[in-house]
């Protein structure tokens, strides 16, 4: 079904991304793309459903890939699209439609499908994919877990006879999780094949016939299912995987020490257009206390997090911060918030000047320190948007120690990163929380809570 | 666009007439100097509107035609001339404009995207302007959403003054390029570019309330040219 023979590729002539790939998918078989990231895992899905080499100009690509016996290099994107459905990483951004009916028959429409035929595929993708709270709605009111299985069906609603999946998981919830592996169940059952490319595969390991370990642009491995369910705990970490299984061995951390200064949210309850998103919200935390919240998409976690920075008024209830009550200003003089995309919160041309930023008074010393207590000092003078996620997100934090907020406040900092990346993303938390920060985190990644959280509580 | 949940997909006006009737309502609210007609433009755009449902937006521009109205034959002869002259050209410009805004409220809240674009389609409009058009409409609301955060981000830094417009645009535009990459990323991997002539799952055709709207349109045309 698809064969990738021997290629190397490069963005650039000079620039190597792949080396040597040859992989085999079979009709009806399910292979999972691991590694760590950057390891290349998304070049491959793009070498099958052709935006390499159609959207790459200038690039260095040798060797053959083959969709049913078409070379994809020679074959135009439109009649690839036929054959090979993709769904991306990020919900957002891949509908090219404003209500979902239409998003869902939009490919069949550009294949000029009779209407008849798209009305038949419209109903028999509801009835299978089970999506018909999803019929008739508009994008923006949809969770990140319905926008994904919208994409998903909009695919399949093309009928294509192979899927590549390029971390499909990154921004969802178990509960959409579960989901999509139902969905991915039902087109290996109908004899599909499928690549999936991700750093969440525990939900997969049902599913998947082999497993391919890439690192540093080659397959290193190719496992058989069950060899990749025997590879032992100690061999999965040095390999940068996340979890296979549900349950991770990382353990809760201890408590810390007691201390007096804390922020307690009381009967919170919060509106937005009368819409009652969560109510009657109770906790408190210390500081030097991380605190993970955790809940379904959509059940209202960025909202909390809203509330808490100060960024929407709260419809009842009170927080206080030591037994003080807070207003909403004080809030958000006392608060930062990470965001889950922190593109948004970048505003400078170099990491100097996004420090300075944050300081009224230069107070150089102040910088430097911060900058190399994150490990930035090096590219203290490069532009932010240069940086890696990992970067960017470390000078966010450092953005917002240098202004001395008590409470910070993480909006899914580990969306799509590998295992590594994680710890790290972990450490750096733990570091702003015994420095005496109140921490809350709001996360989907359950594996990332219990390495990193004392206490979590569930929305 | 409505950012609600589209509950009807029926159609109370054919997106091909409302179209038309944007320009009749141009040429009507520029070319006419009559109060009649333009009392008659408006009872008729405004029986429209209530056809259409939407009671309260007729209500509302009735509302605000009342009022100029008023200001300019009542107001303005007793206040001092300078006032009067400062807020004519305002006034007569909103009295031209409001056949046009009226027509607008019907395409923006009633008539959704995708019945717009078929329409283009049905003129045989290229698709090498229907394609950036449509991307361009997609794109309006996630802008929305997207200055919302960065607005949210500003709040929890002490940024202030001129800097704030610098501070929007930066981390806009960088997320746009990204937001505009994947975005064609999922089209084209859905066939966009397919040179065959493209399908629609639902169709657009003319009723009564089309062949009645052109033909009052056609018809107030004439009379803003002869009156």
């Given at each position: 079904?698809?064969?990738?023979?021997?290629?190397?590729?490069?963005?650039?002539?000079?620039?190597?991304?792949?080396?040597?790939?040859?992989?085999?998918?079979?009709?009806?078989?399910?292979?999972?793309?691991?590694?760590?990231?950057?390891?290349?895992?998304?070049?491959?899905?793009?070498?099958?459903?052709?935006?390499?080499?159609?959207?790459?100009?200038?690039?260095?690509?040798?060797?053959?890939?083959?969709?049913?016996?078409?070379?994809?290099?020679?074959?135009?994107?439109?009649?690839?699209?036929?054959?090979?459905?993709?769904?991306?990483?990020?919900?957002?951004?891949?509908?090219?439609?404003?209500?979902?009916?239409?998003?869902?028959?939009?490919?069949?429409?550009?294949?000029?499908?009779?209407?008849?035929?798209?009305?038949?595929?419209?109903?028999?993708?509801?009835?299978?994919?089970?999506?018909?709270?999803?019929?008739?709605?508009?994008?923006?009111?949809?969770?990140?877990?319905?926008?994904?299985?919208?994409?998903?069906?909009?695919?399949?609603?093309?009928?294509?006879?192979?899927?590549?999946?390029?971390?499909?998981?990154?921004?969802?919830?178990?509960?959409?999780?579960?989901?999509?592996?139902?969905?991915?169940?039902?087109?290996?059952?109908?004899?599909?094949?499928?690549?999936?490319?991700?750093?969440?595969?525990?939900?997969?390991?049902?599913?998947?016939?082999?497993?391919?370990?890439?690192?540093?642009?080659?397959?290193?491995?190719?496992?058989?299912?069950?060899?990749?369910?025997?590879?032992?705990?100690?061999?999965?970490?040095?390999?940068?995987?996340?979890?296979?299984?549900?349950?991770?061995?990382?353990?809760?951390?201890?408590?810390?020490?007691?201390?007096?200064?804390?922020?307690?949210?009381?009967?919170?309850?919060?509106?937005?257009?009368?819409?009652?998103?969560?109510?009657?919200?109770?906790?408190?935390?210390?500081?030097?206390?991380?605190?993970?919240?955790?809940?379904?998409?959509?059940?209202?976690?960025?909202?909390?997090?809203?509330?808490?920075?100060?960024?929407?008024?709260?419809?009842?209830?009170?927080?206080?911060?030591?037994?003080?009550?807070?207003?909403?200003?004080?809030?958000?003089?006392?608060?930062?918030?990470?965001?889950?995309?922190?593109?948004?919160?970048?505003f400078s041309d170099s990491l100097w000047n996004e420090c300075e930023l944050s300081r009224t008074e230069a107070e150089e010393a102040k910088i430097e320190?911060?900058?190399?207590?994150?490990?930035?000092?090096?590219?203290?003078?490069?532009?932010?948007?240069?940086?890696?996620?990992?970067?960017?997100?470390?000078?966010?934090?450092?953005?917002?120690?240098?202004?001395?907020?008590?409470?910070?406040?993480?909006?899914?900092?580990?969306?799509?990163?590998?295992?590594?990346?994680?710890?790290?993303?972990?450490?750096?938390?733990?570091?702003?929380?015994?420095?005496?920060?109140?921490?809350?985190?709001?996360?989907?990644?359950?594996?990332?809570?219990?390495?990193?959280?004392?206490?979590?509580?569930?929305? | 666009?409505?950012?609600?949940?589209?509950?009807?997909?029926?159609?109370?006006?054919?997106?091909?007439?409302?179209?038309?009737?944007?320009?009749?309502?141009?040429?009507?609210?520029?070319?006419?100097?009559?109060?009649?007609?333009?009392?008659?433009?408006?009872?008729?755009?405004?029986?429209?509107?209530?056809?259409?449902?939407?009671?309260?937006?007729?209500?509302?521009?009735?509302?605000?035609?009342?009022?100029?109205?008023?200001?300019?034959?009542?107001?303005?002869?007793?206040?001092?001339?300078?006032?009067?002259?400062?807020?004519?050209?305002?006034?007569?410009?909103?009295?031209?404009?409001?056949?046009?805004?009226?027509?607008?409220?019907?395409?923006?809240?009633?008539?959704?995207?995708?019945?717009?674009?078929?329409?283009?389609?049905?003129?045989?409009?290229?698709?090498?302007?229907?394609?950036?058009?449509?991307?361009?409409?997609?794109?309006?609301?996630?802008?929305?959403?997207?200055?919302?955060?960065?607005?949210?981000?500003?709040?929890?830094?002490?940024?202030?003054?001129?800097?704030?417009?610098?501070?929007?645009?930066?981390?806009?535009?960088?997320?746009?390029?990204?937001?505009?990459?994947?975005?064609?990323?999922?089209?084209?991997?859905?066939?966009?570019?397919?040179?065959?002539?493209?399908?629609?799952?639902?169709?657009?055709?003319?009723?009564?309330?089309?062949?009645?709207?052109?033909?009052?349109?056609?018809?107030?045309?004439?009379?803003?040219?002869?009156?």
């Amino acid at each position: 079904m698809i064969k990738i023979h021997n290629v190397s590729f490069g963005y650039t002539q000079e620039e190597q991304i792949l080396k040597n790939i040859d992989l085999h998918i079979n009709k009806g078989e399910c292979v999972l793309l691991c590694g760590k990231s950057g390891c290349g895992k998304t070049t491959v899905t793009k070498l099958i459903n052709g935006l390499i080499p159609h959207f790459t100009d200038n690039c260095r690509l040798e060797g053959t890939v083959t969709v049913e016996g078409k070379n994809v290099a020679e074959t135009q994107i439109y009649e690839l699209a036929e054959k090979i459905g993709s769904v991306f990483q990020n919900p957002k951004s891949q509908f090219f439609n404003l209500d979902s009916d239409t998003e869902i028959v939009f490919g069949l429409e550009n294949a000029g499908a009779s209407p008849d035929f798209i009305d038949e595929r419209l109903r028999v993708t509801t009835k299978t994919l089970n999506i018909e709270k999803l019929r008739r709605r508009s994008i923006f009111s949809m969770s990140a877990g319905e926008k994904q299985s919208l994409a998903f069906a909009s695919v399949y609603a093309m009928n294509p006879h192979a899927y590549v999946l390029d971390e499909p998981t990154a921004n969802l919830d178990e509960g959409a999780i579960e989901v999509l592996r139902a969905q991915i169940g039902k087109i290996k059952e109908e004899g599909k094949a499928v690549l999936i490319a991700e750093h969440r595969i525990y939900f997969l390991m049902d599913l998947i016939d082999r497993a391919v370990f890439m690192e540093k642009e080659e397959i290193v491995r190719i496992f058989t299912r069950e060899a990749f369910l025997a590879l032992s705990e100690d061999e999965r970490i040095k390999m940068g995987l996340r979890t296979l299984g549900k349950k991770s061995v990382c353990s809760f951390p201890h408590i810390p020490g007691h201390s007096a200064e804390a922020l307690t949210v009381k009967n919170l309850c919060c509106k937005i257009k009368e819409n009652i998103i969560f109510e009657k919200l109770s906790f408190s935390v210390k500081s030097r206390e991380i605190l993970g919240i955790t809940g379904s998409n959509g059940a209202g976690k960025t909202t909390l997090l809203r509330c808490i920075a100060g960024l929407i008024k709260q419809s009842e209830g009170e927080l206080l911060l030591d037994g003080r009550p807070l207003k909403k200003k004080e809030r958000s003089r006392l608060c930062y918030l990470i965001m889950q995309d922190v593109n948004h919160q970048l505003f400078s041309d170099s990491l100097w000047n996004e420090c300075e930023l944050s300081r009224t008074e230069a107070e150089e010393a102040k910088i430097e320190e911060v900058l190399r207590q994150f490990d930035l000092s090096e590219l203290k003078h490069s532009h932010p948007m240069a940086l890696s996620g990992g970067q960017k997100q470390r000078l966010a934090i450092a953005a917002g120690v240098l202004e001395d907020k008590k409470i910070v406040l993480f909006d899914e900092p580990t969306s799509g990163l590998d295992y590594e990346h994680m710890l790290a993303v972990s450490a750096t938390i733990k570091g702003l929380a015994q420095k005496g920060h109140i921490v809350i985190i709001v996360t989907h990644d359950t594996e990332f809570l219990r390495c990193t959280c004392n206490r979590t509580i569930v929305l | 666009m409505s950012v609600k949940d589209i509950k009807k997909t029926n159609l109370p006006i054919d997106p091909r007439s409302a179209i038309l009737l944007l320009f009749i309502a141009n040429v009507v609210g520029f070319m006419q100097d009559s109060l009649l007609v333009e009392f008659a433009t408006f009872t008729a755009l405004t029986i429209l509107l209530v056809y259409c449902g939407c009671v309260r937006q007729g209500l509302k521009w009735g509302l605000i035609f009342g009022l100029v109205l008023a200001l300019q034959y009542h107001i303005f002869l007793i206040v001092p001339p300078f006032v009067a002259a400062s807020f004519t050209v305002l006034f007569v410009y909103i009295r031209k404009m409001l056949p046009c805004l009226m027509i607008g409220t019907i395409i923006v809240r009633k008539i959704h995207m995708r019945y717009l674009l078929l329409a283009l389609r049905k003129w045989r409009v290229p698709q090498k302007l229907i394609i950036p058009l449509s991307v361009t409409l997609r794109y309006f609301p996630a802008i929305k959403e997207e200055i919302m955060h960065i607005r949210d981000a500003m709040k929890l830094r002490r940024i202030n003054g001129i800097e704030r417009f610098e501070c929007l645009v930066v981390p806009l535009i960088v997320s746009a390029a990204g937001t505009a990459e994947e975005l064609a990323a999922a089209a084209v991997t859905r066939g966009i570019d397919n040179p065959v002539k493209k399908t629609s799952a639902v169709d657009i055709r003319f009723s009564p309330i089309d062949y009645i709207s052109l033909a009052a349109g056609v018809l107030l045309v004439g009379a803003a040219f002869c009156l």
